[in-house]
């Protein structure tokens, strides 16, 4: 049984990501494990110079309460099994904790996004998660709604080859869904291919020659902008990307702010990861 794994911080984009996550359960046959991390704030004040520390036992009873309350919700929708787990700690270390002690397949958070990736990524939480985790991240922007996956991109400019535990993660979720893949790379101009380039193609080719995929070399001067046009004119479910230095998805990140995009915010985002545990 596939576990994914849920935090929670109450917040709407929270609760939309795990709703998200228990439609894909269902679909993956797996279990969401929904997670919160409470602390004890220390906050002086002018009539209180010392800090005050909360009750650390009624932060947890509380934090379980909330919980069960979204899982109840949660648990309406198609009866997917709910298991609650709250902890004393910053969300991002127990996060990692959890990673290691339960092995998810899947991590699904919520971001409230102004729409453009760059925005919505760099400066929040999940941007150390990607760098940290060795699970699938799945971000689901907090306007987006479930859709059983047909269609996913995955962008890559074949600058380097995933190793196999990446692309393994990719196979694994498009053959469970039986989902088509579109290997998406957005070039400037058009050019020839370059033998470096044409070699990584092939090896991607023959990697996913079980599924049905394509590859696509759309032409687009804006990188995001070929994204999004991309993913709307092919009515893309999903799109997928690999954490690596140097390549793609740090491009998007590093864009100026004068070409930052929005990004299509109904579509979700999978970060993969080199560590696979099936």
């Known amino acids: 049984m596939s576990t994914i794994l849920v935090p929670t911080d109450f917040t709407e984009a929270s609760r939309n990501a795990a709703i998200y996550a228990t439609h894909f359960a269902e679909d993956m046959g797996g279990r969401v494990l929904l997670f919160h991390a409470y602390h004890a704030a220390m906050a002086p004040t002018a009539d209180a110079p010392t800090p005050v520390t909360f009750d650390i036992e009624e932060l947890r009873i509380d934090s379980l309460k909330l919980l069960s309350k979204e899982a109840a919700i949660l648990t309406a929708i ?79 400019d074949y600058s380097m080859v995933p190793n196999i535990d990446e692309l393994n993660q990719l196979k694994y979720m498009i053959k469970k869904f039986n989902a088509k893949l579109y290997i998406l790379n ?8 370059e033998v470096d380039k044409a070699i990584q193609m092939m090896k991607m080719e023959n990697y996913f020659d079980d599924i049905e995929h394509s590859h696509n070399l759309p032409i687009d001067n804006d990188l995001i902008h070929g994204l999004n046009t991309f993913i709307s004119d092919h009515e893309i479910d999903m799109i997928a990307m690999i954490p690596h230095k140097h390549n793609l998805l740090s491009r998007i990140f590093n864009e100026s702010n004068s070409k930052k995009m929005a990004f299509h915010t109904s579509v979700p985002l999978i970060i993969l990861h080199s560590s696979l545990r099936k």
């Open 78 to 156: 198609n009866g997917v099994q709910i298991d609650c787990f709250t902890s004393l700690g910053f969300a991002e270390d127990e996060i990692m904790e959890i990673e290691k002690n339960e092995k998810p397949d899947f991590i699904i958070m919520g971001i409230k996004a102004a729409g453009a990736v760059s925005e919505f990524l760099l400066g929040s939480m999940t941007t150390d998660l990607m760098s940290k985790t060795q699970t699938p991240l799945i971000i689901i922007p907090e306007k987006s709604t479930y859709k059983r996956l047909r269609k996913i991109a995955f962008a890559s």
């Open 186 to 193: 957005v070039e400037k101009e058009q050019e020839d291919i």
